[in-house]
């Protein structure tokens, strides 16, 4: 048996990190070692995933919590060093591209233990984002690269990746989507939201470029306002949005949206729903931009770029920035039918977390 570390530690790793474990448990020639670092720790950020993607508890909570970049990712650092000392896995996989990732990603490194980073490749071009930093340093360092779409091939090979340690694998996350589909269907979210479906519009904002500034949170705020009088909105706000709208003095513009069903973070399964149920959605996350894809829903990306280019190319994303103007043209053609159908990737289906576990067998019997 081959003992493998696996890292989660923020709520978009838990929905990439649970089919890759259920595939080891079918393979059986590999003994995980879960560690989640603690990044995040609310119930509705964090346990309320492991609840319902049925991921084991982690075999070891690091508990950093919340801090600055350095504070956070040094913490991780100190705590999953002797995490690997005492445990001696043979290797370390890491998911997506928190600050989880690229911490445990220098340790394992620093101590020659082999890392495979899942979600590889992808690149927005925006050294501003923290997780572009984050993707850079990982994909450096790792010494396996699985990626979600052939542009994450490309620019690996570009960044001198050894091309037979770069495998295009499909999209994890797509294997939990597919995977949930069906128990997320009888949750009676739609009621609770007391929306129905396709008649409301999704919404979730959490990026420190769109929330932590007041002159850009205020106009965004200020379009959702005149959106709600053409279409219902379900808002579950991230932590720190909640907190910049209370900070800068915006919870005004939130009582008088009498159509937006603002709400604290939802569970996987409900937000699944929501998603799937959607007139369309209008998002900053990254995850969310491949399950529209995924679901054939519309998506408007509140960003100035995007790391997964395929969701554009081939789904149903569309870029537009942060501009109110843009936004409300974007929103205007959903309403009036003329959006693109979009296709399904290739390898977004529900395979990946298996090809990845028979790629780590072969890595690590070749290793022995
Ligand atoms: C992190 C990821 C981001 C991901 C996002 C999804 C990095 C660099 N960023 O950003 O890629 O899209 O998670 O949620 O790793 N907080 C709580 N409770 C929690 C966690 C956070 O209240 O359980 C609050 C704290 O005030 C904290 C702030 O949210 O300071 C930000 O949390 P942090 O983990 O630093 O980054 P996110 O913005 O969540």
């Known amino acids: 048996m081959f003992k493998v570390a696996l890292v989660c530690g923020a709520r978009p790793n838990f929905m990439k990190i649970a089919p890759v474990l259920a595939a080891i448990g079918k393979s059986g020639r590999i003994t995980p070692y879960l560690v989640h670092t603690g990044q995040h720790y609310d119930e509705k950020m964090s346990q309320s995933f492991f609840d319902v993607l049925r991921i084991p508890r982690p075999d070891v909570d690091l508990g950093v919590g919340s801090g600055s970049h350095a504070e956070q990712t040094a913490k991780i650092m100190v705590e999953f060093e002797k995490v690997c000392l005492r445990e001696k896995p043979l290797m370390v996989v890491v998911v997506g591209d928190v600050n989880s990732t690229l911490a445990c990603a220098i340790v394992a490194k620093k101590l020659w233990i082999p890392v495979a980073h899942v979600e590889a490749g992808l690149r927005s071009g925006d050294m501003r984002m923290p997780e572009e930093i984050n993707r850079i340093v990982t994909d450096s360092i790792s010494d396996l690269f699985f990626t979600t779409e052939p542009e994450g091939n490309e620019n690996l090979l570009r960044f001198g990746a050894d091309k037979d340690r770069v495998h295009f694998v499909g999209n994890v996350m797509i294997d939990s989507l597919l995977q949930n589909r069906e128990a997320a269907e009888k949750i009676p979210v739609l009621e609770e939201m007391e929306v129905e479906s396709g008649k409301y519009c999704l919404v979730t904002m959490h990026r420190p470029s769109n929330v932590d500034d007041p002159e850009v949170l205020g106009p965004l705020l200020d379009v959702f306002a005149k959106i709600q009088e053409k279409i219902k909105i379900v808002f579950p706000a991230h932590p720190r949005t ?127």
Request: proline residues 4%; glycine residues 10%.
């Open 242 to 368: 909640m907190s910049m709208i209370g900070k800068f003095g915006f919870s005004d513009k939130i009582k008088k949206m009498t159509r937006v069903r603002f709400c604290e973070p939802l569970d996987y399964h409900r937000t699944l729903k929501l998603n799937a149920h959607s007139r369309f959605v209008m998002t900053d996350s990254g995850g969310l931009q491949e399950e529209t894809t995924a679901l054939g829903i519309p998506c408007l990306t509140i960003r100035e770029n995007t790391e997964r280019p395929v969701t554009v190319t081939i789904g149903t994303n569309e870029v537009v920035g942060s501009s109110p103007e843009k936004i409300l043209l974007a929103v205007d053609r959903i309403l009036a039918g003329s959006w693109k159908k979009g296709g399904m990737p290739e390898g977004w289906d529900g395979k990946a977390s298996e090809r990845i576990v028979s790629i780590l067998e072969s890595f690590l019997g070749k290793a022995r």
